[in-house]
């Protein structure tokens, strides 16, 4: 990680929302330049935990209430006024550290050479507060690798990565925009592939009941406005609803899928659990 403390710069003056690296960082609001440098920004003590410990930060910014309040996190950051920080952050009232990080996307192929027996697909999913909200539940879940399918979000939004909690820096995260070659990808590798709808024929109680989770999994999950693409209900080998036993018309995108992930993670830790 770039940059030197406050405590190595004896004399020099903090960083500014004019500081020329500090320009260059606040560029990575925009996609375009995370897509350009491989490059984003992650906000806020917790992500920046996490990213250290991924070896993901290429320089952390933070003012100097920050560096006394998180000693542990500030050692080799470089120290900017509370108006640059204001400047690279998207929240209304700032942490006091944002960090520049690597980008920690993977290939599909590469994600499925590890064999993973839980995979959460995100097709089309363009609300990145959902987004990130669903990554941060598969990685509790145990998901081996989470798929952004299609025409979805930016999992480097910074709104998903704020919304992830961290786990933007866990699980293997691909990004492939042709979700229908996905799915046939997940399929060749042996998951049977489920998608969450409203208006599915097979119910998640009756399919868990019968075993039906006990497998390698992987689950597609589509926009809250607008569910999956028929193409991909077509494409799935089960279309599963959650079943709602209350009045309540609906559950929304991320409850939904919290209820799959988990009834899949239950089933995939009895022994008796299928490997592939």
Known sequence: ???????????????????????????????????????????????????IAAQAVKELFATADAEQRHPELTRDATLV????????????????????????????????????????????????????????????????????????????????????????FHTDLVRDGDALAAVQQLKENGLTVLAATGYGDTDLDDLADTGGLARPTAWLFGSEAHGLPDALLAAADRRVRVPLHGRAESLNLAAAAAVC??????????????RP
Not at 261 to 274: D, K, N, Q, T, V
């Open 81 to 168: 006024t509370d108006g640059a920080i204001a400047a690279l952050a998207e929240t209304v009232a700032p942490q006091g550290l944002v960090a520049v990080c690597h980008q920690q996307g993977v290939r599909l192929p590469d994600a499925l050479a590890k064999k993973p027996r839980l995979v959460a697909v995100l097709a089309e999913i363009r609300d990145p507060g959902n987004a990130g909200t669903i990554l941060r539940t598969a990685d509790a879940a145990g998901a081996g690798a989470v798929v952004f399918a299609g025409d979805a979000v930016d999992p480097y939004n910074g709104k998903c990565v704020r919304a992830s909690a961290g786990s933007v």
């Open 1 to 51: 990680m770039s940059g030197l403390s406050h405590e190595q710069r004896p004399g020099v003056a903090p960083f500014t929302e004019r500081t020329p690296r500090v320009i260059a960082a606040r560029r990575l609001h925009r996609r375009r330049d995370r897509d350009e440098t491989s490059l984003f920004l992650a906000e806020g003590p917790q992500a920046v935990r996490e990213a």
């Open 261 to 274: 992930l988990y009834a899949s993670a239950r089933a995939l830790r009895r022994p008796e659990a299928a």
